[in-house]
Structures are given as structure tokens and as C-alpha cells.
């Protein structure tokens, strides 16, 4: 297949989402053109927003948009009132909020994208500027590093707002100050808006670039620290609401379920509405928590690493064949031993890739030092790399000695340095390959490049270990609520049963008890992504923790047990 096609098939789906969104975006105004017209009226700030986004449509069309939208979800809203009538479960009336929620959302959406974005930014911008200084000093202009960027899709927000800036001048005339200060304008990052500010203002006065990028460098490594530092209390917030929304609310219901049940004669049957508790409600808090949680956390970049997921999740076919294989065991435990089953394969996949991560961070700064420091001699980029094949990096090693090998062989120092970073799966990494490419590439790589980009390399890992000893404590608060959640469900239900009870009674609690234990372990093992995500900043570090949670939760029903024996 020819790479025309290649790419014309390629840009296929998105030519069908764009016409997707068009007749969506004209059907809305049709319908609803005036109210749109009212609410842009009434809210002048959208407009901002909007171009903050990265959408350059009028204000109405969105508007539109989200007022059909709402109208469409009303629908669900109905279907939520019926519900109750036939279940008579009051969780159905939730979704009679759809409609306001939709709204809401949609209003809000603007605002969020310019958050989202900003942060993209912010994850991206220490590896460009620092690339823009490396390359500003070897007589590189800013335009041409543009252009650069791009083309490059390690760094999918800031090469957007390249295009963006290109087009102004090519397609639209634009002087290159101007523009810049145009982006400026609309970029919802401040240190982006400031830096180009900055420059144009410096590149109208004639001042001293390669400064003013070093001055830039060090104020975002010190924002990003601040930030991180910021984040780490935020989330330690988040991580004791989240504890007492599902810990605290969980105990609540599950006693006034159980009374329920008691008191109505209905058993099980009345445990429905935990069963929608523990199945529904606290995986949408769950889901709720985990987003907010990624809005303020800090991020090393895009996860580059362990993209088959859908092969992970075929672990879960080991839920409903534990509950259906013919062996006497309590349901708790067979839930419990199915999650965990579930999550052993993708536990030890993440922990393997995080270890190997880990060990690549830490050594590439030594690397790219020890390339400046052979440099000195005069030997070239390509005899540099294969000078230092033979020290040990650890897991980097491997990298360095095919490296090495494909200078041997006559391989062209760009294609080695490319073929190192798609090798390597991991961002941080492909972004810092990605600049020592370019410094070889466009500068010839001198002494002082290769000085500047270790010490890039060392600040952002300096960053990076930082951020993770800040965020470790928060690991073990999921870990108390799970084990409280256990605890006091056997406690609460042993004060319920009395020495007196009738065999009758204590079957049908036996009946409660096996439910709201499962129902517990069950939400210990969503509580493990939780503990991943505020303690390592990754969902996919969750899977070790909610296998540990889930085990946890089983052992501690069976400590238990010894001491209160009305549950057993």
C-alpha cells in the first residue's frame, strides 16, 4: 500500500467526525438558535473560553450544541421516574439529575478544556523551552524550531499551538511577532503567554535570548516544583473525602439497609439497594474522585507504555466462574478470589514497566552527562556514544549497546537516536532522546548542549522523585478505610444479633452478613485504584494495590470471625 493511501485513509475518520459535528452543530441551530443567542448574550466570557479551548466557532454554535443536548437527555430523565415506579428504588430517582447535570457539564466544559489544555502545557513546556534554548544558542530562530515542533507528535498541545501559530503567518499574513503575541493572547497557560510575551518583547529590543531562555527554564522548573507541592496537599484533601464519602456513607447505609431487611421480613430481597450501593453508587464516586483527582495532580506526560488493555480484562471472566463453580465457600470469598485473580496480571505487568521506568529516568541523566563530558575531547556525537557503551546504566544499558552497534554497522547517528526513542516507551524519556536528536541534528551537538540537556535531565528527575515522595504517604489512607469498612460492618452486625436470636433470624442475618461482607470486599478493590492514583499517580498502579486491598479485606473477615462468632 502506497503511503498516499496510507494517509488518506488515515485522515478518513477524522473528515467523518468533522462532518459528524458539522450536521450535529447545524441541527442544533435550527432547532435552537435563539436560546443559544440569549445565553451568549448573557454570559460575554464564553467567548474567551471557547478560543482558550482551542475552538475558534462562534459562541452560538456551542451554546446550541449543549442546549440540544440537554433537551435530548431528558429522556433519560423520564426513564429514571419510571424506573421507580416499577423497582421502587429511590438510587433510579438519581437520574432525573441527568438533564441539569448535561447542562451544567456543558456550560462548564469551555472552562475545563482551558484547564486541561493548560496543563498539557504545563507537562510539556520545561522539554520545549529547554529545547528552544539549546537551539537558540546554536543560532537556531525561533521559527524554524516551530516548524519543528510541528511536526512532532511527542508534544500533541504545544505542536497544535505551532500550527496555530504558522497558519497566522502563512496562510493569513501575519508578521511572526504578531502572531505570537496573538497566541499569547488565547493560550490558556500563563508561563506560556508570559514566555511569549517576553520574547517578542525582547526580540523587538534586540536583547539577549539565550538569558532570557535561561531565566525562563529555571522559573518553570520552580512553578512546576510549586505546583507539585500545591497538588500533593490538594490531593491529600481529596483522599480523606473520598474515605468518608465511601467508608463513612457506606457504614451509614448498609445499617439502615439492614434494619430495612429486619424489620420488613425481606432478607436479601431487601438488599438491593446495597447491592446498587456497592455496584453503582461508589464506582461513580470512585470515577468522580479519580477525575478531580487528575485534574490537580502533575503528570509526567502522557502514558506512552502498557497500551493493551483490552487483553487485561479478560482476567475479569474469572468473577463469574469462581461464583458459579460447584465448591462450598461464602460469596464474599468468591468475589473476592475472582477480583483478585482479575487483577494479578495487570498488577505485575504495571509494576514491571513502573520498575523499568524508573530505572531508565534515573539513569539517562548520567548518560547524556557522560556524553557531554566525552565531547570535550573533541570525539564526535556518534564515537561519544559508543565511548561510553560500556559503562553500566542499569536498564538503559541495553538502549546504549544497540546504539552503539548501529553506529557500527554505518547507520546514521539521526536514524540511531530515532530508533532509541521509539524503543523506548516511556515519555519523559522519548521527549529527552527526542531534543538530543534535534541538538545533533541541527546544532553538530556540542560540549555545552549536551552540559545544558543533563542538566535538564537531572532537574526533571530531581522533580520527578519529589513528586512520588510527596505523594507515597496518601497510599495507605485507602488501605485504613478498607480495613474500617470490613471492621465495622462484622462489629455492627454481631451488636444486631443477640444470644437469644431465633435460628430463624440468625439464618436470614447470615444471609445479610454474607451479602454486606461481599459488598465490602468488593469496594475494598475499587478502593486499591483509588490508592494507585492518589499514591503513585496512575490508575495502572492501582491493580497491585487492589489486589493487596481485596486479599486484606478477605483476611481480616476471617481474623474476625474468631472474635466475634455471631458472624460467622
Known amino acids: 500500500m502506497s503511503k498516499q493511501k496510507q494517509a488518506a485513509e488515515s485522515k478518513k475518520p477524522k473528515k467523518e467526525k468533522g462532518q459528524f459535528q458539522s450536521g450535529l452543530t447545524k441541527l442544533s441551530l435550527k432547532l435552537f438558535r435563539r436560546p443559544a443567542v440569549i445565553l451568549s448574550n448573557r454570559l ?62 456543558g456550560m462548564g466544559q469551555p472552562w475545563i478544556s482551558a484547564s486541561s489544555k493548560s496543563g498539557s502545557i504545563d507537562t510539556e513546556l520545561p522539554y520545549v523551552i529547554s529545547y528552544f534554548s539549546i537551539l537558540s544558542g546554536g543560532g537556531i530562530s525561533l521559527l524554524v524550531t516551530l516548524r519543528r515542533i510541528s511536526r512532532v507528535s511527542l508534544f500533541p498541545t504545544l505542536s497544535a499551538e505551532s500550527k496555530r501559530i504558522l497558519t497566522d503567518i502563512d496562510m493569513y499574513g501575519l508578521d511572526p511577532i504578531t502572531a505570537l503575541e496573538k497566541s499569547a493572547k488565547s493560550t490558556p497557560n500563563k508561563y506560556l503567554a508570559d514566555f511569549l510575551t517576553g520574547y517578542t518583547s525582547l ?187 560500556s559503562q553500566n546504566y542499569g536498564a538503559l544499558s541495553k538502549h546504549i549497546r544497540e546504539m552503539s552497534a548501529q553506529i557500527g554497522w554505518g547507520i546514521p547517528i539521526r536514524k540511531v537516536m530515532m530508533n532509541f526513542a521509539n524503543t523506548i516507551q516511556i515519555w519523559s524519556a522519548k521527549s529527552i532522546a527526542f531534543v538530543l536528536l534535534e541538538v545533533v541534528d541541527l546544532g553538530g551537538g556540542t560540549a555545552v548542549m549536551f552540559e545544558t540537556m543533563a542538566d535538564f535531565a537531572q532537574q526533571m528527575k530531581e522533580i520527578a522523585r519529589e513528586q512520588r515522595s510527596s505523594l507515597r504517604p496518601l497510599i495507605i489512607v485507602p488501605y485504613f478505610g478498607a480495613v474500617m469498612m470490613v471492621a465495622s460492618t462484622m462489629m455492627m452486625m454481631n451488636f444486631l444479633l443477640t444470644p437469644s436470636s431465633s435460628p430463624e433470624a440468625k439464618s436470614e442475618m447470615s444471609s445479610i452478613i454474607g451479602a454486606l461482607l461481599t459488598g465490602a470486599v468488593a469496594q475494598a478493590w475499587i478502593m486499591g485504584f483509588a490508592s494507585g492514583k492518589m499514591g503513585e499517580g496512575s490508575m495502572y498502579a492501582g491493580f497491585k494495590h487492589a489486589v493487596a486491598l481485596a486479599g486484606i479485606s ?15
Open 44 to 105: 460575554p466570557q464564553i467567548k474567551q473560553a471557547l478560543l482558550r479551548s482551542g475552538r475558534r466557532d462562534p459562541p452560538e454554535n456551542y451554546l446550541a450544541t449543549v442546549v440540544f443536548a440537554t433537551v435530548c437527555s431528558i429522556s433519560v430523565a423520564l426513564v429514571g421516574v419510571l424506573l421507580f415506579f416499577i423497582l421502587h428504588s429511590p438510587f433510579t430517582l438519581l437520574l432525573i439529575f441527568v438533564p441539569i447535570f448535561v447542562f451544567v457539564f
Open 554 to 568: 478477605v483476611v481480616t473477615i476471617y481474623v474476625l470471625q474468631a472474635f466475634l462468632p455471631g458472624v460467622r
Open 203 to 389: 526580540l523587538r529590543a534586540g536583547g539577549h535570548l539565550t538569558s532570557y531562555m535561561d531565566a525562563k527554564i529555571h522559573e518553570i522548573f520552580n512553578h512546576r516544583l510549586m505546583k507539585m507541592r500545591s497538588s500533593s496537599g490538594t490531593i491529600g484533601i481529596f483522599a480523606e473525602a473520598y474515605v468518608a464519602a465511601t467508608v463513612v456513607m457506606g457504614l451509614c447505609f448498609y445499617l439502615i439497609f439492614t434494619l430495612q431487611s429486619i424489620i420488613n421480613r425481606t432478607g436479601l430481597s431487601g438488599l438491593s439497594n446495597a447491592v446498587a450501593f456497592t455496584t453503582i453508587f461508589i464506582p461513580i464516586i470512585s470515577i468522580v474522585f479519580f477525575y478531580l483527582i487528575d485534574a490537580v495532580q502533575v503528570k509526567d506526560g502522557p502514558i506512552v507504555s502498557f497500551k493493551n488493555l483490552k487483553t487485561v480484562f479478560l482476567g475479569f471472566v474469572a468473577v463469574p466462574v469462581l461464583l458459579f463453580l460447584p465448591f462450598d465457600a461464602p460469596l464474599y470469598l468468591k468475589v473476592g478470589g475472582g477480583l483478585i485473580i482479575a487483577a494479578v496480571y495487570p498488577a505485575i505487568k504495571f509494576e514491571r514497566e513502573a520498575r523499568t521506568r524508573k530505572a531508565i529516568e534515573n539513569a539517562l541523566p548520567k548518560f547524556v552527562r557522560d556524553i557531554a563530558e566525552v565531547r570535550k575531547t573533541g570525539l564526535s556525537p556518534e564515537r561519544c556514544i559508543q565511548q561510553v557503551a
